[in-house]
């Protein structure tokens, strides 16, 4: 069974500084990976996928990530953070299979951002 | 588009009630439908994949007959929480997708928290 670890459960950065948060995955095929960001009190917004391709991907708000095989992560990015990215960013990974479609989160990483 | 509208947000009632909360795709039809529960400072756990026109399909550990799920159309989607108590308080949230296949992105309603006194 796939699983998603985010070994940091809270990261505080100030405001226009860079942001890497952490993501690491266990699946057994080639994975469909996502990060997503919640509100309090919200729903997610997908930030972005990676399916295949180009290992670099772009998403919304300035944000991008990295897959990377051999290290079976794939970071987020953000050059210089802004107030409003502060929220809860969560990393998962689609399974395929007979399980088509589920997802697998991680526990979430807490992000801070200080003026 | 793809955006996925969740009702009530918030719910209060007693002990012992049944609670029905519901989700749509406003502008696309859902085939599956995912429905998660998420505790305080915690990430989401999948409860069951909701088939329009089928049975759903429930994780290991979530009662079946306890949550309801109901898919009767491809925009909406129910989730009926029966004779709640306050261990079900949580924050339930559903989400779709526009296509099936482990590599589309679903889309998420904004949430529904229960409360259960």
């Known amino acids: 069974a796939q699983s998603v670890t985010q070994p940091d459960i809270h990261i505080t950065v100030s405001e226009g500084a860079s942001l890497e948060l952490r993501c690491n995955y266990s699946?057994?095929?080639?994975?469909?990976l996502f990060w997503y960001v919640q509100s309090p009190g919200q729903g997610l917004q997908l930030l972005l996928k990676?399916?295949?391709?180009?290992?670099l991907v772009q998403g919304i708000k300035g944000f991008e990530a990295e897959f990377k095989r051999s290290q079976s992560s794939f970071n987020l990015r953000k050059p210089s953070v802004h107030w409003s990215d502060a929220a809860e960013y969560f990393c998962?990974?689609?399974?395929?299979?007979?399980?088509?479609?589920?997802?697998?989160f991680g526990q979430g990483t807490i992000l801070t951002v200080h003026p | 588009g793809a955006v996925v509208s969740q009702h009530p947000s918030w719910v209060i009632c007693k002990s012992g009630t049944s609670v029905k909360i519901e989700c749509r795709s406003l502008?696309?039809?859902?085939?599956?439908m995912f429905w998660y529960r998420q505790f305080p400072k915690q990430s989401l756990m999948l409860m069951a994949t909701?088939?329009?026109?089928?049975?759903?399909?429930?994780e290991q550990g979530v009662e079946k007959d306890k949550f309801l799920i109901n898919h009767a159309s491809l925009t909406l989607s129910t989730l009926t929480v029966t004779s709640a108590h306050p261990e079900d308080s949580s924050f339930y949230i559903c989400?779709?997708?526009?296509?099936?296949?482990?590599?589309?992105?679903?889309?998420f309603g904004d949430g529904t928290r229960l409360s259960i006194l």
């Open positions: 990676y399916f295949s391709g180009d290992t």
């Open positions: 989400s779709a997708s526009l296509a099936q296949g482990s590599n589309q992105p679903q889309h």
């Open positions: 909701s088939n329009e026109g089928s049975k759903a399909t429930y």
């Open positions: 502008d696309f039809q859902a085939t599956t």
């Open positions: 699946y057994g095929a080639t994975p469909y």
């Open positions: 998962a990974v689609g399974a395929g299979g007979t399980s088509y479609g589920k997802l697998t």
